[in-house]
């Protein structure tokens, strides 16, 4: 199984970016898909996770309204949408998958990782 993100890079506070995570190895029309970021010197955060259908998502608080996931099954991938960004959302964005349900912002309920992608945010 292999996760690629993309979509990461240098942003102006207020800006968007759009990640995506395309998954290869399985089918992934059962398994549930997260976002994770880590910033320089803190821990892994759950940013957001979705469903397997796709029918429900969850999100960090500090995201909700800002961020948006989504899937496409037939194409194996996941997105993850963010506009108005902040500072504070500078990290390393990490997609991770895994067969379960509900989805989780707990890293350890996923087995299967994906390179990650640096997003910064200037101010």
């Known amino acids: 199984v292999q996760l690629q993100a993309s979509g990461g890079g240098l942003v102006q506070a207020g800006g968007s970016l759009r990640l995506s995570c395309v998954v290869s190895g399985l089918t992934l029309d059962t398994y549930i898909m997260g976002w994770f970021r880590q910033a320089p010197g803190k821990e892994r955060e759950g940013v957001s996770c979705?469903?397997?259908?796709?029918?429900?998502?969850v999100y960090l608080d500090a995201v909700k309204g800002r961020f948006t996931i989504s899937r496409d099954n037939a194409k194996n991938t996941v997105y993850l949408q963010m506009n108005s960004l902040k500072p504070e959302d500078t990290g390393i964005y990490y997609c991770?998958?895994?067969?379960?349900?509900?989805?989780?912002?707990?890293?350890?309920?996923?087995?299967?990782w994906g390179q990650g992608t640096l997003v910064t945010v200037s101010s």
């Open positions: 991770a998958t895994d067969w379960g349900y509900p989805c989780s912002l707990e890293a350890a309920s996923y087995n299967y």
């Open positions: 979705i469903s397997a259908s796709g029918s429900s998502a």
